[in-house]
C-alpha cells in the first residue's frame, strides 16, 4: 500500500500560522518539543502546521521534530524577509532556490558562509517543489486584489507585485540598517533577500534527504525603515498571500 505523503509547514510568526490554519477544515492539536502541531488537512493533503518562533535554532528543532515525530515527507516554510536585491521591493515574493547562513564564519578555518564539515555553503531547495509553489505564487500575484483585498493592496501601494527566484540569506538578526543591508549585498550580491529561519530548515531538511521549498513576501528593504509597520504588513499582506499560494498549491498538487 503506497502512504500518502504528509507536509510539513512552518511559519516563523503566529499571524501567518493563523492565516494557515484558517484553511484548515480539521486540524487537530499535538504538543511536542515545547509547540503545538497542528495536524491536518489541506484540500485532502495530509499536513502538520506549526510556529517554529523567530531564527535558526528554533527552525531548526522544529524541523527536526516534524520530521522525526510527525513523519513528514517534504517541509514548507513560508513568511515573510527584508528584500535585497536591486528590484526586490515590498509586496514582491521571493521562492528560494538556494539558502546560505550569512553568520556563518567558520574562517580561517573553513572559507567564509561554508558549513564546516558539509563542504558547501549553499543549500538547494527542492526542484520540483519550488516550481511548483513558484506556479501558484505567480498565479495568485497575478491577481493580488482577489488574495489581499483592495483595501491593503492601496494601503500598502502593491501596484504590479513581483515573483523572484534564487538565494536567500538567512541569519540570527533582523537586518534594520540600511549600512547592515549593503554590507550583505556588498558579501553576497546574489542573494534577493534577508530572513532568519530558512537556511536551518535547508540544512535540516539536507541531513534527512527530505525536498524543502521556501515563500518568502517582502516586507521591508532589510534598511532604515525595515521595521516600520511590520506586523500589521504580516497581518494584512504576507499573511494573506501565504494562505493563497498555499491554497492553490495543495488545491493542484497530485495526491501521491
Ligand atoms: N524578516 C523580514 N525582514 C527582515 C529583515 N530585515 N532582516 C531579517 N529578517 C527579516
Keep these: 500500500m503506497t502512504q500518502v505523503p504528509r507536509t510539513g509547514i512552518i511559519s516563523a ?11 484548515l477544515p480539521d486540524e487537530q492539536r499535538q ?9 491536518g488537512h489541506w484540500h485532502g493533503h495530509e499536513v502538520v502546521a506549526v510556529l517554529s518562533r523567530v531564527g535558526k535554532v528554533a527552525a531548526a528543532t522544529t524541523a527536526t521534530t516534524l520530521i522525526e515525530r510527525f513523519g513528514v515527507d517534504r517541509i514548507l516554510f513560508t513568511g515573510v524577509a527584508g528584500g535585497l536585491a ?23 578555518l573553513f572559507p567564509r558562509f561554508e558549513v564546516p564539515l558539509y563542504g558547501k555553503a ?6 520540483a517543489l519550488s516550481d511548483a ?7 495568485v500575484l497575478a491577481d493580488a486584489e482577489t488574495a ?3 483595501d491593503a493592496v492601496a494601503e500598502f501601494n502593491l501596484r504590479a507585485p513581483r515573483l523572484h527566484q534564487g538565494l536567500i540569506v538567512s541569519g540570527d538578526r533582523f537586518i534594520a540598517t540600511s549600512a547592515d543591508g549593503a554590507t550583505l549585498r556588498g558579501a553576497m550580491p546574489d542573494a534577493l533577500a534577508v530572513e532568519m529561519e530558512g537556511a536551518a530548515v535547508a ?16 516586507s521591508d528593504r532589510a534598511d532604515d525603515d525595515a521595521s516600520v509597520d511590520f506586523m500589521r504588513f504580516i497581518e494584512r499582506v504576507a499573511s494573506r498571500y501565504s494562505a493563497a499560494i498555499l491554497d492553490r498549491h495543495f488545491r493542484l498538487l497530485p495526491k501521491t
Design 122 to 127: 549553499r543549500f538547494a531547495t527542492d526542484t
Design 203 to 218: 540544512q535540516v531538511c539536507d541531513d534527512y534527504g527530505l525536498p524543502f521549498a521556501a515563500l518568502r513576501t517582502l
Design 31 to 39: 504538543r511536542a518539543g515545547g509547540r503545538d502541531f497542528w495536524v
Design 86 to 108: 536591486e528590484g526586490a521591493r515590498v509586496g514582491d515574493v521571493v521562492v528560494a532556490r538556494s539558502f546560505l547562513q550569512h553568520d556563518m564564519d567558520g574562517s580561517p
Design 148 to 150: 489581499l483585498g483592495a
Design 13 to 23: 510568526l503566529r499571524q501567518e500560522l493563523d492565516a494557515v490554519l484558517a484553511d
Design 133 to 139: 509553489l513558484a506556479a501558484a505564487a505567480g498565479a
